[in-house]
């Protein structure tokens, strides 16, 4: 392909092909320019939503991510998480060896391999505790079960009232709207005279 066909010449100002070269390398040094001002912005834009990589220290132990394959099984059985294992060393940033746990090792014989961060989980032992009932806790509940009673009587009581209060409000001013006679209260219109009452 020629030059010409490649970087056609403009047919009003034809330049030299010195002069079309340099034109050429600004507009691209322009385009280089832009785009990575464009990465910037699309890369602030990104890591507001992202989370940092967890890190973990030599000695602790850590579930991996894998899919094992078994026979007559599905995959809903499955445990998506084997280990526990031992982080052994720190790759990089994102990637940790791990290995056997000693007490599962054979003689000189274990297993020690790389597992991404996003692949790897902390270990955590699961605790049981008895529960041992109590006498006084039960006296306890029944006590603040009492309390709790009684005050919600009373909020009861209170609303009650309130809403009484405004039912009996409404149906004194709709009496006085049919009789056409002006209720004394702020901010009220007569409906016969349209004059709006004074409050004392």
Known sequence: MSLESAF???????????????????????????IIIRQK??????????????????????????LRKTKNTTKKFIPR??????????????????????????????????????QIRRYSVRRETEW??????????????????????DRNQHRESIVRAKHRESTVRAQHRESG????TPNSICLSSGKSGSTN
């Open 8 to 34: 056609p010449w403009p047919p009003s100002t034809p330049l030299t092909h010195e002069e079309r070269v340099e034109v050429v390398s600004r507009w691209r040094k322009t385009a280089r320019r832009l």
């Open 41 to 66: 912005k699309s890369k602030l834009n990104y890591d507001r939503f992202r989370k940092a990589d967890p890190t973990f220290q030599i000695g602790e132990l850590v579930l991996i991510a894998r």
């Open 81 to 118: 998480f084997i280990g526990p294992y031992q982080v052994y060393r720190k790759v990089s940033p994102t990637c940790y060896a791990v290995e056997d746990l000693p007490c599962f090792r054979k003689k000189r014989l274990w297993r020690r391999f790389n597992a991404h961060v996003s």
């Open 132 to 153: 041992c009932p109590n006498s006084n806790e039960y006296e306890n509940c029944d006590e603040e079960t009492d309390q709790n009673e009684i005050t919600s009587k």
């Open 181 to 184: 006679v002006c209720v004394e």
